[in-house]
């Protein structure tokens, strides 16, 4: 075999496993397609033929690909496992934008590309205007694909970041949060178990809106992007639409917090272990911060002559929606004045637990950010003693330590640049700051006029689209899953 050949079968024989995959990957959003696609034939909804186009291309490219893969092993290495993450996050949304495309309302690429990113992302930012207006079968596919990025973050975030060693996501390896773990005899085991208690956390939220007075199709469809924390409603108005139904907006604020805590723990909880969840220090630190300033922003709205009801209501639904990442909106909390604004804006960056459907920072970083902080402001006082970080009662490595400290300073310097790349688009210091805060953390909705809680994404320059969907990815799949891909020594192994 001359070397060229030996080069070309090296790398078909590092890749073939990949396609593989992803074209498995391919075949369940087509599988997923197919359900707004029957809706639309139901209707005699002229979209049904773009869906029909769309799960044809789909279709096709999966078979030539798993045609062209099978005789090949999947025997994943870890230089693989990066691949997959990120290509799988990038095709399924390229693929899943096809309907947007191909069928009214017939988005540009542009236009289509972000929307599905920020669907698959659970960001939660639309380009959409007149949502009420869309066909039954788009407004269910947005549902989808939100859900379906939901179960996929939660895997990602339980079974592949802590073997990746992303960002101190490998602290979870010893909270059995990977697939190898006791948890369940088998690797298929966790996967099924999360599966049933996400689809059963779906169907729970579906009849809770259903019971508060939703319509069938927009109670499942907020069953779906509440559980992902992914923030696509049924109205321009998201949430606002039901701002006068209490209800609705206690049970979407319980249901965005289930959304936003460890999976694994709601495993171990069914399996005997009732102390799972309050035992947990990344749940207890969670909930105590989410009550902290639900109350103090529920003290500032009652001072400002809301009553108390109204205002615990709708600050709890806002706050659990930004912090949790999920970018529903009840209210215009842009409207309630400066110091509003200001801890909203900081809220942005929180997010919820890891092994969750949430974006942003996660809770864990900051508690163990807040560790280091302490021991080093003990090291000034006794410069010879000897202070361990401990989390969940383990002691932390010097590599959990560096990892979060690397990933949170690039997490940062991820938002700086792209804020910096919409300055120079244009984009006003608000639009841009924001913009690029939201993208990266996943929450949807940032602060200004233009992509606040009441406006949208739709009048941005394509270039800042493009530049999101980016910001988007590259937060969902925690900064370092995608940089590690740009270092030469990667491609070398």
């Known amino acids: 075999m001359s070397k060229p050949q030996q080069i ?50 789909i279709l096709g490219a999966s078979a030539l690909t798993l045609l062209s893969t099978w005789r090949i092993a999947v025997e994943l290495k870890p230089w693989q496992m990066f691949l997959i993450t990120t290509s799988s996050w990038g095709t399924m949304s390229c693929f899943a934008s096809l309907p947007l495309i191909l069928g009214a309302p017939q988005l540009s690429v542009t236009d289509a590309v972000f929307e599905s990113v920020s669907a698959i992302t659970t960001t939660g930012s639309t380009i959409l205007m007149g949502i009420e207006n869309l066909s039954d079968g788009l407004k269910l596919w947005r549902g989808i694909m939100q859900w379906l990025g939901g179960i996929g973050i939660i895997v990602m975030g339980i079974a592949i970041l802590p073997f990746l060693k992303v960002g101190g996501m490998r602290l979870f390896q010893t909270e059995s ?12 085991g966790i996967a099924k178990a999360t599966l049933s208690i996400y689809t059963g956390f779906t169907a729970l939220a579906a009849v809770s809106y259903l ?29 606002g639409a039901y701002a006068d139904r209490p209800w609705l907006l206690w049970m979407g604020s319980f249901f965005m917090l289930c959304g936003s805590l460890p999976f694994v723990l709601y495993i171990r909880f069914l399996r ?41 209501t709708h600050v709890a639904f806002n706050v659990i929606s930004v912090v949790t990442t999920t970018g529903y909106a009840s209210d215009d909390y842009t409207l309630w004045g400066p110091f509003a604004i200001t ?24 508690q163990i950010a807040t560790q280091l902080l302490r021991n080093q402001l003990h090291y000034l006082i006794h410069a010879n003693g ?48 924001t913009g690029s805060a939201t993208a990266v ?31 988007m990815l590259l937060g969902r799949l925690e900064v370092l899953t995608v940089l590690v891909l740009f270092i030469p020594m990667f491609w070398r192994r």
């Open 8 to 57: 070309l079968t090296e790398w078909w024989l590092g890749w073939a496993p990949i396609l593989k995959i992803l074209a498995v990957l391919w075949v369940i959003l087509a599988l997923f397609m197919a359900a707004p696609w029957v809706i639309l034939i139901f209707e005699n909804d002229p979209d049904a033929s773009a869906f029909a186009m769309s799960i044809a291309i």
């Open 177 to 188: 949060s990977d697939w190898s773990d006791k948890v369940m005899p088998r690797t298929g």
């Open 211 to 239: 019971l508060g007075g939703m319509a069938p199709l927009d109670a499942l469809v907020h069953a779906m992007t509440s559980l992902a924390t992914g923030g696509f409603a049924n109205s321009d108005d998201s949430f």
């Open 272 to 312: 005997g272990s009732r102390g799972a969840l309050w035992h947990d220090a990344q749940v207890r630190g969670f909930l105590g911060f989410l009550t902290v300033v639900i109350l103090i922003l529920s003290l500032w709205r009652m001072w400002n002559g809301t009553d108390a009801f109204t205002a615990l």
């Open 343 to 366: 801890a909203f804006f900081y809220l942005t960056f929180i997010g919820g637990c890891s092994g969750s459907t949430s974006g942003g920072l996660k809770i864990f970083r900051f």
């Open 386 to 433: 000897v202070f361990r970080a401990r989390y969940n009662g383990q002691p932390l490595s010097d590599d959990i330590s560096r990892g979060v400290l690397a990933f949170s300073f690039f997490y940062f310097l991820t938002i700086a640049a792209i804020a910096l790349g919409l300055s120079a688009m244009g984009l006003d210091a608000l639009t841009a700051v």
């Open 441 to 471: 953390a996943n929450v949807g909705p940032g602060l200004g006029d233009i992509i606040g809680p009441s406006g949208n994404f739709a009048s941005l320059p394509a270039a800042a689209k493009w530049l999101l969907c980016a910001g």
